[in-house]
Antibody, heavy 120, light 106 residues
Framework: QVQLQESGPGLVKPSETLSLTCTVS????????WSWIRQSPGKGLEWIGN???????PHNPSLESRVTISVDTSKNQFSLKLRSVTAADTAIYYC??????????????WGQGTLVIVSS | DIQMTQSPSSLSASVGDRVTITCQAS??????LNWYQQKPGRAPKLLIS???NLETGVPSRFSGSGSGTDFTFTISNLQPEDIATYFC????????FGPGTIVDIK
């Protein structure tokens, strides 16, 4: 059974970098696609970006160039870095598996989510 | 950017009722649309893919239809365990979620 678990600080200061890691079990990081999605009361569910095992890390244009998604295949983990955070980045952050069908792309396995608060 | 809207934003219905939620895309997304259910304190769960394909294990009282810009999600026989927020999500260009519809029991 595929499981994802987010980890990282729950409190980040404004202007600093938010860093989260997702540990995956039951699937190989190298053979699937992976995503970060966040949820805040004000903006609902917001896709942040993806890591494609075949290459490429597209991200939400609204986040400009603040996002970096990377993978550590030796640990079967993928990570999110969001730079220059503000209070607007306060949200529950989910790591998610993105499965590809013949004509479909599905967020089919989700971590439990981790709350990150941006505050001094 | 493709924007998604949903209506209603919330509804209250009785057990056994038929419940319908609509989702509209700001441009043609063919059938590149998924539906998710989110219960309080939990992560979203995929229910329907490609507008109308029920995921394995999802009760048959859930269904979806539509293409282009207009989509419908239906619960045919509302059960107490269906209390949740339901989201549509497009993947025609990048990924965008609708704002959600809260479903409650009268």
């Amino acid at each position: 059974q595929v499981q994802l678990q987010e980890s990282g600080p729950g409190l980040v200061k404004p202007s600093e970098t938010l860093s989260l890691t997702c540990t995956v079990s039951g699937d190989s990081i190298s053979s699937s696609y992976w995503s970060w999605i966040r949820q805040s009361p004000g903006k609902g569910l917001e896709w942040i970006g993806n890591f494609y095992s075949i290459g490429g890390t597209p991200h939400n244009p609204s986040l400009e160039s603040r996002v970096t998604i990377s993978v550590d295949t030796s640990k079967n983990q993928f990570s999110l870095k969001l730079r220059s955070v503000t209070a607007a980045d306060t949200a529950i952050y989910y790591c998610v598996r993105l499965s590809q069908g013949r004509r479909s792309l599905l967020f089919d396995r989700w971590g439990q989510g981790t709350l990150v608060i941006v505050s001094s | 950017d493709i924007q998604m809207t949903q209506s209603p934003s919330s509804l209250s219905a009785s057990v056994g009722d038929r419940v319908t939620i609509t989702c509209q895309a700001s441009q043609d997304i063919t059938n590149y649309l998924n539906w998710y259910q989110q219960k309080p304190g939990r992560a979203p769960k995929l229910l329907i893919s490609e507008a109308s394909n029920l995921e394995t294990g999802v009760p048959s009282r859930f269904s979806g239809s539509g293409s282009g810009t207009d989509f419908t999600f239906t619960i045919s026989n509302l059960q107490p365990e269906d209390i949740a927020t339901y989201f549509c999500q497009q993947y025609h260009h990048l990924f965008t979620f609708g704002p959600g519809t809260i479903v409650d029991i009268k």
